[in-house]
């Protein structure tokens, strides 16, 4: 008999069996059954809660395929820069900031975009230093592959005139040699290392709160990275088994492992999908090359007007070791590559890893391109011949169109290609990469259809040959997240026996205009069986 019952709604099921279903069923956390509302409600019994919703649409629960969930909890808990339009409003948030941590407190923050600003210059450790000249500070860049730190963090880090670049990262320099504070990529770790490390309560807590805002986006699911490297494998996997152990955890987690670790990881035995229905191990995280915005991703092609091509930062015969391993092992790896050169490159690396292999190798682990930014167009249909997941982050595309078109021209076109990927066969995936964009799912639906900024430009969208339908987005928000994490058995739809994950929303995304999807509420999310979010 089912504890919950909704029913005279609009179920996007996702199931050919019941495409068209009105009520659902719930218990013990699984599906009982879906149909009309006649037959489900006939399996009530008087302890059965049921639910009208009054013709509201439903979703299987959304999943963000990409996010930076640990680290994103506890920054919400620092300065929130992605609103900020001037150096001067920036550094406004962080001598409030200042006066309210106390002399050596550290200031962290993050999400400032000098492209957005009204004079787009970088900016650097001198600007802190006059409105913080006592406390450490560190503000991370919106794409999160670069940071700007002041004095006394570099002093902390012990960065100076005569610190090397760290492998994979780069100290950016004045004319007299000095640390600017402008830390690229790996060079970022090390002022993380010498940064407080939160504490076991603080972590506990910062995530809570974190998972409480994603119920009211619909998100019961998160496929969650370390961002760059540094120590935040271990905090972070240990947080999330703490609220496991407590009945707290209220999202189903797929956790990845910095790539590092991977000889470590193969020599215990540990594989992907490693764990329960809420908390599992996902695969390996690597980078490939750096972000469009710091012109750091390894391009095939100069950016327009400079003879820069950008970095890589895994030497690809390194990739190939890494990515061996894991594939022996049977550990998924999920490369980051921004660039057409790394996506070749990295193409190249598992065409010769899995050669052989791919008529014959099982469907698990799944290994993944994380953001596939900007591909060559001979190399857009290798994803799915591979057997890859596109896992892939629809509003940076609105964010990073003006910058795109700045820095790569007519090349532009390639440049989140999602139709094109689809129409190879390639598995979409979706996402946010949340902190670097806002974790909301619908402003992510609304820029795969729309491919237009809120104001309605470009008037057909840019390059719109590339929008996916809203179905097609949901899809990525759901099943192409579940088949990413190898749970597509379990999640993605609403099934009979799969898990009790849904949203039910406000307003219904396959009706209103495509421009209005962002602002889409949402009535309830249930999770595991359990309204975890109702909007009253």
């Not at 008529?359 to 591909?375: F, L």
Request: net charge negative; proline share 5%; hydrophobic share 40%.
């Amino acid at each position: 008999m089912p504890n919950l019952i909704l029913f005279n709604g609009k179920l996007h099921t996702q199931d050919e069996s019941y495409p068209d279903a009105s009520a659902i069923a719930l218990r013990d956390g699984r599906i009982l059954a879906v149909g009309n509302d006649e037959e489900i409600r006939a399996f009530g019994h008087k302890n059965t809660k049921e639910i009208d919703l009054q013709g509201r649409r439903v979703l299987p629960g959304l999943a963000d395929s990409h996010i930076h969930f640990y680290e994103w909890s506890l920054l919400l808990r620092g300065i929130m820069l992605g609103n900020t339009r001037s150096l001067a409003e920036m550094q406004a948030e962080v001598s409030e900031a200042t006066k309210k941590a106390g002399e050596g407190k550290w200031i962290i923050g993050g999400g400032w975009n000098q492209d957005n600003w009204d004079k787009p210059i970088a900016p650097t450790k001198a600007d802190l230093d006059k409105i913080s000249p006592q406390n450490p500070v560190v503000l991370w860049r919106k794409d999160m592959h670069l940071a700007l730190a002041n004095s006394v963090a570099l002093a902390q880090a012990g960065i100076d005139e005569n610190t090397p670049d760290p492998e994979m990262g780069v100290i950016q320099r004045d004319e007299n040699g000095e640390a600017n504070g402008l830390l690229f990529e790996f060079a970022i770790n090390l002022v993380r290392d010498v940064m407080p490390i939160s504490t076991d309560i603080e972590a506990d807590v910062a995530m809570q709160i974190a998972m409480k805002q994603l119920h009211e986006l619909g998100i019961t699911s998160v496929h969650d990275f370390r961002i760059m490297g540094g120590d935040g494998g271990a905090p972070a996997l240990r947080t999330f088994q703490r609220l496991r152990d407590q009945n707290l955890l209220k999202l189903r987690a797929l956790v990845m492992l910095p790539g590092e670790f991977v000889e470590e990881t193969a020599k215990t035995g540990l594989q992907s999908g490693f764990g329960d229905d809420f908390l599992r191990i996902g695969g390996i995280k690597l980078f490939a090359d750096g972000a469009l915005g710091p012109r750091t991703a390894w391009m095939l092609e100069s950016f327009e007007n400079t003879n820069e091509t950008g970095m890589p930062l895994t030497p690809m015969s390194e990739m190939a070791e890494k990515i061996a391993i894991a594939e022996k092992a049977g550990i998924g790896t999920a490369i980051h590559a921004i660039g057409d050169r790394a996506i070749r490159e990295l193409l190249d690396v598992y065409t010769e890893v899995l050669d052989g292999n791919l008529d014959q190798r099982d469907t698990h682990p799944k290994h993944r391109i994380e953001h596939v930014q900007h591909s060559h167009p001979d190399d857009l249909g290798r994803l799915a011949d591979l057997g890859l997941v596109a896992s892939v982050q629809p509003l940076h595309l609105v964010e990073d169109m003006d910058m795109v078109d700045a820095t790569l021209g007519k090349r532009g076109r390639w440049a989140y290609a999602f139709r094109d990927l689809l129409n190879a066969g390639t598995t979409l995936a979706l996402g946010s990469d949340c902190p670097v964009a806002s974790p909301n799912p619908y402003l992510g639906i609304q820029a795969a259809v729309t491919r237009q900024k809120n104001d309605g430009t470009p008037a057909e969208g840019w390059y719109p040959a590339q929008r996916l339908t809203v179905a097609e987005a949901v899809y990525g928000y759901t099943m192409g997240a579940a088949i990413a994490a190898g749970t597509e058995n379990m999640q993605g739809s609403l099934t009979s026996g799969k898990l009790a994950d849904l949203v039910v929303l406000e307003d219904d995304i396959f009706e209103i205009p495509p421009l209005e999807i962002g602002k889409a509420q949402v009535k309830m999310t249930v999770f595991d069986g359990e309204i975890v979010f109702r909007r009253e």
